[in-house]
């Protein structure tokens, strides 16, 4: 079975991907479009994405992707606590310290430490935090810094000056698994959460009340929803679909209906499934 994550290696969604398939070969992808695509293209069987963190909230790309990949299906949720560290290279003189490297999330999820310690240092977004924690490694000749995970620093070799340096305690990330097929994802050695479906949802032509028509299709079948995300459709100011996340079992009759109400209002909705979400160790 093949696996494809956001790489490179090292990264946090690898951590998560080598807990949720640790039997699977695991394919790094350079970004969230080169995952949902070799999922389509069949080079991969799923795919392991961030959805969204605690601190900085949804992973925008992912959900303009779900909504551009219509076979695209989402077989389980993973949620991992998320831990930052500031890091350098062995022979780092970290007085005299260039500019810090990482990923752009990582870098606002840290952003009060480093203003507060490290406010005069250049601060600088890279692709994701184990290829900043790659580049430091590279260049032993200077004084640059990473912030990045344990296991970026003990696969590059590096120091690390500063722990759990995260704004917020509470970090985590939410990680789904997605594939072409609608089956569900089954792990019995992770612990389970919950259930939960996921549903895209655009609206008709706007029209005075047409959101609030839409969430009374959940309301009165008192259908919980943990999650409502608007998204631009990307075709003009006002435009927008929505991301819903309904708890619980999909299958009666009641939850269906639900699907042919929205139809009926000209709501276009996609399924995305019904599944678990698992927890995860950091």
């Not at 951590?15 to 070799?38: G, H, M, R, V, Y």
């Not at 961030?50 to 299906?73: A, C, F, H, Q, W």
């Not at 430490?113 to 000749?141: C, M, R, W």
């Not at 995970?149 to 939410?174: M, S, V, W």
């Amino acid at each position: 079975m093949k696996i494809a994550y956001l790489g490179p290696q090292a990264s946090f969604t690898q951590l998560a991907a080598s807990q949720l398939f640790p039997k699977a070969e695991l394919l790094p992808q350079n970004n969230i479009l080169d995952c949902f695509s070799a999922v389509e293209c069949g080079e991969v069987d799923q795919a392991v994405v961030p959805l969204e963190n605690s601190i900085e909230g949804t992973v925008s790309m992912t959900l303009d992707y779900l909504y551009k990949t219509p076979d695209i299906r989402i077989e389980a949720e993973a949620v991992m606590p998320i831990a930052h560290h500031l890091m350098v290279h062995p022979d780092c003189n970290i007085e005299s310290l260039e500019k810090i490297y990482s990923h752009p999330q990582a870098l606002a999820q840290s952003f009060h430490f480093l203003d507060s310690g490290f406010k005069e240092i250049p601060k600088q977004e890279y692709s994701s935090t184990a290829a900043a924690a790659k580049h430091v490694s590279e260049n032993p000749d200077r004084n640059l810094a990473a912030v990045a995970n344990q296991f970026a620093a003990d696969l590059y070799g590096l120091k690390i000056i500063r722990r759990n340096i995260q704004d917020i305690e509470q970090n985590h990330t939410r990680f789904i698994i997605i594939s072409k097929r609608q089956n569900l994802y089954l792990n019995n050695e992770l612990e389970v959460s919950g259930e939960k479906s996921g549903l895209l949802i655009t609206l008709p032509e706007d029209h005075p009340g047409g959101l609030h028509q839409v969430l009374s299709v959940f309301a009165w079948r008192k259908m919980n929803l943990s999650k409502i995300e608007s998204r631009t459709l990307k075709t003009g100011l006002g435009n927008y679909f929505f991301f819903i996340n309904v708890t619980g079992t999909w299958e009666s009759a009641l939850h269906h209906n639900a699907l042919a109400e929205l139809a009926a209002l000209g709501a276009d909705t996609v399924f995305l499934g019904n599944y678990k979400e698992f927890l995860l160790k950091s």
